[in-house]
């Protein structure tokens, strides 16, 4: 009789007792979590709970900062942005920062490698078929979604291995969420780590192997998948969904 083989999992990213302020305000109350590697971990929460503020807080885009951020078994609190980029983090904002007069290709090109292993643009354009055929277009002429898909490529050009992708689905039509989805879930194949920051509850509880409800800054509990049933009124009560 065959046994079946677990394996441990290995940390990628550890967050403990984060704090973090803009100028006076204290946003982040004490943020501990972590992300397995080849995790996709969701943080849910209300609007201004600090879910975009913890992403920010991790690549030093915060004001000031205290407690411990482990990434790959190193400490970069103390590192600036640009450093913490090179040892292979990823960041797709919510606003996705496309340049507006330069082509999709333009704009995909943009970003340098900072980390070994960053994908082809052969292989960005498998990925996202609709970037290839819109790649001679001006920025300002993709849709949401391809703009979308779009600051999602141009940070796995970059060599990142740790995504930090900020309500990817929001105001999309949902055959475009789906496709979004898709790509999770083939990045997630493919090794990749995610921390996936969203509203849209729908669309991270498939993905998410692991959740984190955020509420005044802290984490309020942890849920996995596969308790979701049983959590769901729990999460109605934080979330209103």
Sequence with gaps: MSRRIEHTPVEYLRVTDLHAFYGESHVLHGMDFVVNQGECVSLLGRN???RTTTMRAILGLTGRRSGSIMLDGKDVIRLPPHRIARLGVGYCPEERGIYSSLSCEENLLLLPKVASGGMSVEEIYAMFPNLKERRHSQGTRLS????????MARILRTGAR???LDEISEGLAPVIVEKL???IRDLKAKGYTILLVEQNFRFAAPLADRMYVVEHGRVATEIERR????????LRDYLGV
């Design 227 to 234: 308790d979701l049933p049983s959590k769901m009124g729990l």
């Design 162 to 164: 740790l995504l930090l």
């Design 48 to 50: 201004g709970a600090g």
């Design 144 to 151: 949401g979604g391809e703009q979308q898909m779009l600051a």
């Design 181 to 183: 989805g898709e790509i």
